[in-house]
C-alpha cells in the first residue's frame, strides 16, 4: 500500500513540475542521458496507461505523436527513476542522470 502512495505522489509532482516548474524539467533533462529501451515499465506507474500496447512483441503508445507531454518528459530526475523501479527494478532504464553540481555560493556569515 506504501508504494502506491509513493507512486501516486510522484505522479503528482511530476504534474506539479510540468505545469509550474518547467524551468526545474530542462535542469533535469540536461542531466539526463542514454535513451528509452522500450521496456514499458513508466506505462504502469499507478495505473496501467490506456494509450500502451504490445506492437511487435514491444511496448508501444497508441497515440505516441500526440501523447501527453508529461508522458515525454519522464524521467525529470532520479526520483522518477526510483519510482519506475519500483514497479520493475529487474529491468534497468536506458536513462541515467550525471550528478548534480554542487556550486555553492560562499557562505557570508563566515567572514572575518
Not at 98 to 108: F, I, M
Request: proline letters at 5%.
Amino acid at each position: 500500500m506504501a508504494t502506491f502512495f509513493i507512486l501516486v505522489w510522484g505522479k503528482l509532482r511530476r504534474t506539479y513540475l510540468y505545469f509550474v516548474r518547467m524551468d526545474y524539467v530542462k535542469q533535469g533533462h540536461a542531466r539526463r542521458h542514454g535513451e528509452c529501451r522500450r521496456c514499458g515499465r513508466c506505462c504502469f506507474m499507478v495505473f496501467r496507461c490506456p494509450f500502451y500496447h504490445l506492437e511487435a512483441g514491444l511496448p508501444a503508445c497508441r497515440i505516441h505523436k500526440t501523447k501527453p507531454r508529461v508522458c515525454r518528459i519522464f524521467p525529470i530526475d532520479e526520483r522518477d527513476l526510483r519510482d519506475r523501479d519500483m514497479v520493475a527494478n529487474n529491468i534497468p532504464c536506458g536513462y541515467f542522470f550525471n550528478e548534480r553540481e554542487t556550486s555553492r555560493a560562499p557562505d557570508s556569515t563566515n567572514s572575518s
